[in-house]
């Protein structure tokens, strides 16, 4: 079992920047590849970002590429995600999730994943 924890939402201007965090609990974090989602209201779930479970290979969707990173530290078992240059239309929550998995693929859609954090509101503002 993984209990994810994000933080750092809020509300910014279009421009700014965010940095959003999810811990997890457990000793096998490493074990895990890692998604950061979003759903903005009326809206399905949608893949924003994904980082492998070792290597640290990452993947974008194509709508962030080039002002979102996606990191992680398997030591602080916490998995990041910069987002600079942020539009109005990133409003949404964000969610990040686990999947275990024993290669180094990166999951995109929602169904793949196994554990998922209750979210954090981003809201950017024009």
């Known amino acids: 079992q993984v209990q994810l924890v994000e933080s750092g939402g809020g509300l910014v201007q279009a421009g700014g920047s965010l940095r959003l965090s999810c811990a997890a609990s457990?000793?096998?974090?490493?074990?895990?590849?890692m998604g950061w989602f979003r759903q903005a209201p009326g809206k399905e779930r949608a893949f924003v970002a994904g980082?492998?479970?070792?290597?640290?290979?990452?993947n974008y969707a194509d709508s962030v590429k080039g002002r979102f990173t996606i990191s992680r530290d398997n030591a602080k078992n916490t998995v990041y995600l910069q987002m600079n240059s942020l539009k109005p239309e990133d409003t949404a929550v964000y969610y990040c999730?686990?999947?275990?998995?024993?290669?180094?693929?990166?999951?995109?859609?929602?169904?793949?994943?196994?554990?998922w954090g209750q979210g954090t509101q981003v809201t950017v503002s024009s």
């Open positions: 999730a686990a999947r275990l998995l024993l290669g180094d693929g990166i999951p995109t859609m929602p169904a793949s994943y196994d554990y």
């Open positions: 980082i492998s479970r070792s290597r640290g290979n990452t």
């Open positions: 457990g000793r096998t974090f490493s074990s895990y590849a």
